[in-house]
């Protein structure tokens, strides 16, 4: 047997928390995916479930020598993820959700082209898909592959959706992620956007890969959804720390353009659940007030609708919320997924 770690070519890393339900078919994709044990390692990080998480899938780890398991008291995907990070001994990094899924066998031919290139970043596709499709899914047809070589500035302008920075599509170089100090915002939600961001504004070689690796498990959330001033406080935080982005050395026009953007789109996200998650009035004008104290640099220039936003926004947070009060009775309420 060898030395767990030793000559490892992938940590794939697992946050587990009160997700019994799913963790199961979870990890059994990862072992489907037709790679020798011997050269990756599972890491498990269990964020202080709750439920039987952990019980569900202790046969899955009693038969794979490479599989280690964290323990640590509930602290959050983002601190789970960073620790993981922490112990992880592969040349790469893959860090699916826990309630998601890995196609069968697709994982092979991306961890090639990686060890090949030496890419910062491996980016695939992947399927959205509900547990009755789920259910139905049999062997998932790949397309012709097609592998693009792009630098982080042009993956960044190209192919970054700032509604779908999703971490677990990427594999990441491990040394890129050491050498540049790139973690996981501690303790708050929607952590995959900045982290998604810098990665793609700090990464030389990437490679974008027309191969599907995920399916994202869609419309298993609460279908009621509440708008706490925890969760506005997590998103401001990402908004500050996508912002801050900006200053970064040697940014091109059209990446600090893009950026701007990106960002509008999360603090448009942040009004959104405000208008339909959140209904005490004193609670919103302490989140605004949160907003000019957080990014007293915030600004939206860009085109005809921003700029508008914008100065709204600057005039009076109040009025400028009554308005989209207003505006909302005539549009369809978002889906937050």
């Known amino acids: 047997m060898k030395e767990k770690g030793h000559n490892c070519q992938l940590s794939i890393i697992v946050p587990v928390y009160n997700v019994e339900r799913y963790i199961r078919p979870c990890m059994e994709s990862i072992f489907r995916q037709g790679l020798n044990d011997d050269d990756y390692e599972v890491i498990i990080v269990n964020d202080g479930t709750q439920d039987r998480s952990m019980e569900v899938i202790q046969d899955i780890i009693s038969q794979h020598n490479n599989v280690t398991v964290i323990n640590q008291e509930n602290q959050s995907l983002s601190v789970a993820r960073n620790n993981g990070i922490a112990v992880a001994k592969g040349e790469y990094i893959l860090m699916p959700d826990s309630d998601d899924l890995l196609i069968e066998n697709s994982l092979g031919v991306l ?4 060890l090949e290139s030496k890419a910062d970043l491996v980016v695939a596709d992947f399927l959205e898909m509900t547990d009755e499709e789920i259910k139905r899914l049999g062997n998932v047809a790949q397309k012709y592959l097609k592998v693009k070589e792009k630098t982080g500035e042009q993956l960044f302008l190209e192919d970054l959706n700032p509604r779908q920075c999703y971490v677990w599509r990427t594999l990441y170089r491990r040394a890129f992620i050491q050498d540049n100090n790139l973690t996981f915002i501690p303790g708050v939600r929607y952590q995959d956007v900045p982290f998604t961001h810098e990665c793609y504004l700090r990464a030389g070689k990437c490679l974008r890969v027309s191969r599907l690796l995920n399916v994202y498990r869609k419309g298993h959330e609460s279908a009621t959804y509440s708008f706490s001033k925890k969760k506005a406080h997590d998103l401001i935080t990402v908004i500050a720390g996508t ?10 026009p059209a990446v600090l353009h893009k950026l701007e953007d990106n960002v509008f789109v999360s603090f448009s996200l942040l009004i959104y659940f405000m208008l339909y998650g959140m209904k005490d009035a004193k609670e919103r004008q302490e989140i605004f007030q949160e907003v000019h104290k957080a990014i007293p640099d915030l600004e ?12 709204l926004y600057k005039l009076s947070p109040p009025m400028y919320f009554a ?7 005539w549009t369809p309420k978002p889906n937050f997924g």
């Open 111 to 114: 961890l090639e082209k990686a």
């Open 243 to 252: 912002w801050k982005l900006r200053k970064m050395e040697g940014l091109s």
């Open 300 to 311: 939206f220039s860009n085109g005809k609708k921003q700029r508008v936003t914008w100065f």
């Open 323 to 329: 308005l989209r009060l207003f505006i909302k009775t």
